[in-house]
Each structure stands twice: as C-alpha cells, then as structure tokens.
C-alpha cells in the first residue's frame, strides 16, 4: 500500500513562503515520478510542478514558473515543494502525487495521491 502524507500547508500573507513536504511509504520512492497539484476553491485540480525519478529534470506550470521549486530527497522518501512569492490566486488545497511513469503533468498519469494540504494566500 502506497502512501503519501503531505504537510507545510497554512495561512500566509501575499508575498510570503511556504515550503510543503511529502513523504512516501509503500514502494521503492527512487522509482517514482513525483508532482504537485492544486485545487482552487470552485476549480479543477491543475497541474503545478512535476520532478522526475532522479531529480534531474523539473518542470513546472507557467502559473509559477519563477516561484515555486520541486525538489526531492531520495534517501528520506521525501518530496517537497518551495513556494515563495505567495499570491492569493496560490490560494488551494495542494496534492502531492507519485506516478509510475518517469515524468508526467496529467493526473491521469499519476497512480497516487495524497489527502491534500490547504495553502491560504491573504492580500
């Protein structure tokens, strides 16, 4: 049983940070293709940051391109994502998600979720 808890969400002030934490129980984490989504109160999920096996490639939503980091820490089964320049339009619940595939940016690509984590933005 694969499983991803996220944490790090909570209220900041426009042009704050956040660092959000994913860490992953379950299967071999070096084989996973990790990715954050993000659902904005009303909207569909949508793609935000993706981060292949290695960590070598990254790749990111033009909404926060410049803003936000993928990283990933393979001998702590962690994931993480640096959100700095805090917008109110970040405002969501923020999912963590593993896929079997090396990188992708559908969620239908990913085979596993977290509960999400709710990131407030204030203005």
């Known amino acids: 049983q694969v499983q991803l808890v996220e944490s790090g969400g909570g209220l900041v002030q426009a042009g704050g940070s956040l660092k959000l934490s994913c860490a992953v129980s379950?299967?071999?984490?070096?084989?996973?293709?990790m990715g954050w989504f993000r659902q904005p109160p009303g909207k569909d999920r949508e793609f935000v940051a993706g981060?292949?096996?290695?960590?070598?490639?990254?790749y990111y939503a033009d909404s926060v391109k410049g803003r936000f980091t993928i990283s990933r820490d393979n001998a702590k089964n962690t994931a993480y994502l640096q959100m700095n320049s805090l917008k109110p339009e970040d405002t969501a619940v923020y999912y963590c998600?593993?896929?079997?595939?090396?990188?992708?940016?559908?969620?239908?690509?990913?085979?596993?979720w977290g509960q999400g984590t709710q990131v407030t933005v204030s203005s």
């Open positions: 998600a593993a896929t079997l595939l090396i990188t992708a940016r559908s969620n239908r690509d990913y085979n596993y």
């Open positions: 379950g299967r071999t984490f070096s084989r996973l293709g």
């Open positions: 981060i292949s096996l290695s960590g070598g490639s990254t």
